[in-house]
């Protein structure tokens, strides 16, 4: 079946250092991917996304490249944040799937310290 | 707009008690899923709906029970709490299916069972 894996964490960085949290996944044919992020307290919200091969999704200074040949949308940002502290989920979607049944990997929590 | 709710926030069961999380949306979408977090293994579907009246399993369906009779509401019921079922709870939904659809998540709901 369809499965992510992401590094494990916690990913323990200064501010402005550059951010890197793997994820590669296991799946038929060519899925949606994203990376949603957990603040403490709240629930998951939408960081990017990309849909097809190639395609880079960005936000917030967070960009990740669907790589087909790696089978991988590893997560990066230049210069992190306070700010930026949560847990990072990376996640697929079936191309002939339901929008309702996204799989998850285990998160990894990221801590940026001043 | 209030997005996708959920109550209660935090609950405290006894073995062998039932009772019914609330999940609300006010986006008119016709998708909508539960989700229990448990930690190091991400997310785990529980439940899904494709409309009112459509629902079906997802990975983790034993013990809970689902119905889906508005657009707008699906609640999550547990028959005999346990344990196992200690976990955070999340409700998500999206406007329809497909692979690029983004799922919205509510603030979920923290459940022990004594």
């Known amino acids: 079946g369809d499965s992510v894996t992401q590094m494990e964490g916690p990913v323990t960085l200064s501010e402005e250092a550059f951010l890197t949290i793997n994820c590669t996944y296991t799946a038929t044919g060519y899925p949606s991917l994203f990376w949603y992020v957990q603040y403490p307290g709240e629930g998951l919200q939408l960081l990017l996304k990309?849909?097809?091969?190639?395609d880079k999704g960005s936000n917030k200074g967070f960009e990740a490249t669907y790589r087909k040949e790696t089978t991988s949308f590893h997560l990066e940002k230049g210069s992190v944040q306070v700010s930026d502290s949560a847990v990072y989920f990376c996640a697929l979607l079936p191309l002939t799937g339901t929008a309702s049944k996204l799989t998850f990997g285990t998160g990894t929590r990221l801590q940026v310290t001043l | 707009n209030a997005g996708v709710t959920q109550t209660p926030k935090f609950q405290v069961l006894k073995t062998g008690q039932s009772m019914t999380l609330q999940c609300a949306q006010d986006?008119?979408?016709?998708?909508m899923s539960w989700y229990r977090q448990d930690p190091g293994m991400g997310l785990r579907l529980i439940h899904y709906?494709?409309?009112?009246?459509?629902?079906d399993q997802g990975e983790v369906p034993n013990g809970y029970n689902v119905s889906r009779s508005t657009t707008e509401d699906f609640p999550l019921r547990l028959l005999s709490a346990a344990p196992s079922q200690t976990s955070v709870y999340f409700c998500?939904?999206?406007?329809?299916?497909?692979?690029?659809?983004?799922?919205?998540f509510g603030p979920g709901t923290r459940l022990l069972v004594l």
């Open positions: 990309a849909t097809k091969a190639d």
């Open positions: 998500a939904s999206s406007s329809s299916g497909g692979a690029k659809e983004t799922q919205y």
């Open positions: 709906s494709v409309g009112a009246g459509i629902t």
């Open positions: 986006m008119n979408h016709e998708y």
